[in-house]
């Protein structure tokens, strides 16, 4: 394999923190010859259909960073447009948040539409619509805001008013969002958002006397 080759591979992974697809190296080369790469210690694996150049970079959520790349296997992550690539959401999106949320799906996406071919296993799909002002961008990847995020959270029923409040708590104390804005993200689903997120910060504050 000529040094052109192996530059073309690595101009890709350089825009997407090292990481490559299956389907984006079979542009440029055949898959033996990616193989050929992991046996000399280039490349490992990520997942079953995504690579990193071990002289490249490390993305801080690998797991997931490869599965967004996997919902649009060909299209380089520097090309894609939001919603309809993906957007990081629901628990996923509070752990990019720095927010430790308890059990729940570590990959997890809101989609417009489910797509025509399988889910992986272990990755989760919402369907659902995502204005402009309900997702933002981290570590590569289109997210919910902290605000949207903690919406789509008590929308699952998954956790608790004390755990939602918890939620709410790390967000908040972390800068990242403040409490008005917190309840304006509720406001769709909750007639008084802003007495909800009263009890549920009461209801955290309860559980840590």
């Known amino acids: 394999m000529n040094l052109v080759v192996l530059a073309r591979l690595a101009d890709v992974a350089d825009g997407q923190f090292g990481y ?10 055949p898959p033996e010859d990616l193989r050929q790469l992991s046996t000399a210690g280039l ?3 990520v997942s079953a259909t ?3 150049f071990r002289a490249g970079g490390r993305h801080p959520v ?3 960073y490869a599965a967004w790349l996997d919902l649009d296997p060909v299209t380089p992550g520097w090309e894609r447009v939001a919603p309809e690539c993906g957007v990081v959401s629901h628990a996923a999106a509070a752990r990019l948040w720095g927010v430790g949320v308890g059990p729940g799906p570590e990959v997890e996406f809101t989609v417009p539409q489910r797509p025509a071919m399988p889910v992986p296993p272990g990755v989760l799909l919402h369907v659902g619509a995502l204005a402009e002002y309900q997702r933002t961008e981290r570590h590569g990847m289109p997210v919910t805001t902290p605000a949207q995020t903690l919406r789509d959270l008590a ?3 998954r956790l608790d008013g004390a755990e939602l409040g918890r939620v709410a708590w ?3 104390s972390s800068g990242q969002v403040s409490e008005e804005a917190l309840a304006a993200g509720l406001a769709p689903d909750h007639p008084d958002p802003s007495t909800t997120l009263r009890q549920w910060l009461d209801a955290a504050d309860h559980l840590n006397e």
């Open 43 to 45: 490349v490992e694996d």
């Open 20 to 29: 490559l697809t299956h389907a984006q190296s079979a542009t440029v080369i």
């Open 170 to 172: 790390a967000l908040m």
């Open 155 to 157: 929308a699952t029923g």
């Open 62 to 64: 690998p797991r997931l």
């Open 50 to 52: 995504v690579v990193r």
